[in-house]
């Protein structure tokens, strides 16, 4: 099994960055698919962006393709959300997870979940 822990939330004012991090424990981290979520209050949890266990596969969500990066040391047993050009539409509670087969996008087909990172952006 695996635990995530998300670390690197913030307050950033738009057009800022910020990198979000995830700690995985657990012995079979580099066969586990990554995903970052996100959840603002009132909202359902969405789809970020996910990163296969082999490292060379990736899934954007359509609204921060081009400005979110996923990326993932397994020796470190750490994923990465590199954040540039945030937006204050940004704001949110980002969640990592991991799913054991698969590249999903839906929170159904994850298996392990941490406690989220809060993510505010101003202006």
């Known amino acids: 099994q695996v635990q995530l822990v998300e670390s690197g939330g913030g307050l950033v004012q738009a057009g800022g960055s910020l990198r979000l991090s995830c700690a995985a424990s657990?012995?079979?981290?580099?066969?586990?698919?990554m995903g970052w979520f996100r959840q603002a209050p009132g909202k359902e949890r969405r789809f970020v962006v996910a990163?296969?266990?082999?490292?060379?596969?990736?899934s954007y969500g359509d609204f921060v393709k081009g400005r979110f990066t996923i990326s993932r040391d397994d020796a470190k047993n750490t994923v990465y959300l590199q954040m540039n050009s945030l937006k204050p539409e940004d704001t949110a509670v980002y969640y990592c997870?991991?799913?054991?087969?698969?590249?999903?996008?839906?929170?159904?087909?994850?298996?392990?979940w941490g406690q989220g990172t809060q993510v505010t952006v101003s202006s």
């Open positions: 657990g012995r079979t981290f580099s066969r586990y698919a």
């Open positions: 990163i296969a266990w082999s490292g060379g596969r990736t």
């Open positions: 997870a991991g799913q054991e087969y698969g590249l999903g996008s839906r929170t159904t087909q994850y298996d392990y």
